[in-house]
């Protein structure tokens, strides 16, 4: 399917509004609390476009929020992450949610500085709190500031007992001195831990990648040298995705484990529906509005300039980041495409060849139960991109 252009929706074509706007039979919500944050991360997302800061707090109402969900979530099962800017900020929005819809999962990503404001009716009704970290103390200082690492290690600590579900630490990895003690130092900390290659350009030069590369390897070797399940989700990702195929696809339509193009709705506090929070600046990417109660599928859909199909990672991979690919492959941003996208595309290719060097298939076949169904079923694949 080809991206579409959302001039006007009222004269999108008929075959568009046919379409039934979610794919699959559950619905994610990331509701946007706010888009103020009381931190200033070197790599923000929400800074290009001047997103950041610029709504500050939820202006749509409860009972429109209502007629969204009867009208377009019914029989979903639904599933939210209160997102920001840092969501925390608005507590008062996260319990009226929680309140008014009690079946519903709920998750929070949170730069985890706050934490210790949450009361433990939230915190009890956490599946997953995703905390953005980059890695130690040293490199987490580095991109969020002095005395942070700390901080949020103290207030995880703090509310640990109290948490109902997971906590799974989110790295965005840019620095090219980050190294496996890091990362491995995180999994004594959390139960999970998420890793992404930071999309910035200029820190992909050849030196920084082969330091990245031999990271990739010591973690490899780690996850399959532990008796237990190593709980790095994309390296438990992509041997899933190799020793169960059918698991790449099926909760995602075949289309990216990143829910962008079939079940993830971002919202923005002013009620506006974007696929991927980090193209809320793009009117073209708009696919719903909760004021306006409208919704059609996401335009981010796979385009056939999009190189995946012809890429030997396209069985595990399954287009990692579609925003990268639009970016590179639709609207032409060549420095773009070489700086980061390109880069990151072969650190995952890379990723896929050391999973082969240990065999999956045949580390799956002799793997206990427990550990077999916990590579398989494990939740967090619902919260995260799952490839890096
Ligand atoms: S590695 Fe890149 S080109 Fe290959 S499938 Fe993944 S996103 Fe597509
Ligand atoms: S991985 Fe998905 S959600 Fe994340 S930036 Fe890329 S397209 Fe957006």
Redesign the pocket.
Known sequence: MQILELKNFSQAGAAEANEPPIVGNRVELQLLTTLRCNLKCTYCSLGVGEVLGSQRNVTYTMAELDAFIAKHLAGYETYVTFYGGEPTLNLEFMAQVMERYPAFRFQLQTNGTLLDRLPGSILSNLSNILVSIDGGEGTTDTHRGRGIYRQVMKHLDAIRGRLGGVATARVTWSSEDTSFEEIDGLTRHFDYVYFQFAQKDDIYHPEALAKKRGVLTQLVEKFFASERLYPVIPLMGVVRNKVLPSRAQELYAGL?Q?R?STHILNVMPDGKIYP???MLYLPQMQQGDVVGNWLRRSPLQPHPDMPCQSCDAFAFCRRN????LYRAYVQGDEAYRRQVVEPVCDLVRFLGEEVDRHDPHRWYARAPLALRKALADCEVYEYV?IMP
């Open positions: 990216s990143c962008v991927c929070p980090d980041c579609m925003k990268n991109e």
